[in-house]
Antibody, heavy 119, light 109 residues
């Protein structure tokens, strides 16, 4: 059974940093692109970043470029999101998701972790 | 970057057929995928590719596409289908960026 378990969320002050983790199991982690997708309270889904199987390619939505860094450790079956210079508008539930079809769809999702940026 | 546009809300009578649409330039190049999200839960993939359903998704869910418009059709809507539905596709920038539609709230009457 595929499982994705996010952790590391919490409350942080504006300008602060947070590192999210996603522990994967039940599939060959190193064979998948992986992504982070977020959802602000009461709002829709927003893709944040994705990373190729070997970590050689990383892409970001413009609003987080230069502030967030996606990474992975295939030996630990883990995905990460380092978030720096956090803003109020980064407040959201952050989901990790397996990414398939030429980076076109997300077939498995974690339960999400809430990040709240306070001013 | 690209944008995907969805109607904010759609309703359907129990047992009837409903179509939820998603419009955007990127859909001329890439298939849309569709997700169902119920309150307090993570999204669930219901349609991907030309018209593929993951294991466990009922066959009343189907997808189609024409030009810049993708559609999710629920044939014989059930009460448990009441949820938010999101489309997404890769955007047309040439990089593997992804764009989501704003979501459609489906109410089953």
């Amino acid at each position: 059974e595929v499982q994705l378990v996010e952790s590391g969320g919490g409350m942080v002050q504006r300008g602060g940093s947070l590192r999210l983790s996603c522990a994967a199991s039940g599939f060959t982690f190193s064979s998948y692109w992986m992504s982070w997708v977020r959802q602000a309270p009461g709002k829709g889904l927003e893709w944040v970043a994705n990373i190729k199987q070997d970590g050689s390619e990383k892409y970001y939505v413009d609003s987080v470029k230069g502030r967030f860094t996606i990474s992975r450790d295939n030996a630990k079956n883990s995905l990460y999101l380092q978030m720096n210079s956090l803003r109020a508008e980064d407040t959201a539930v952050y989901y990790c998701a397996t990414t398939r079809g030429g980076v076109n769809y997300f077939d498995y999702w974690g339960q999400g972790t809430l990040v709240t940026v306070s001013s | 970057s690209s944008e995907l546009t969805q109607d904010p809300a759609v309703s359907v009578a129990l047992g009837q057929t409903v179509r939820i649409t998603c419009q955007g330039d990127s859909l001329r190049s890439y298939y849309a995928s569709w997700y169902q999200q119920k309150p307090g839960q993570a999204p669930v993939l219901v349609i991907y590719g030309k018209n593929n359903r993951p294991s466990g998704i009922p066959d009343r869910f189907s997808g189609s596409s024409s030009g810049n418009t993708a559609s999710l059709t629920i044939t014989g809507a059930q009460a448990e289908d009441e949820a938010d539905y999101y489309c997404n596709s890769r955007d047309s920038s040439g990089n593997p960026h992804v764009v989501f539609g704003g979501g459609t709230k489906l109410t089953v009457l």
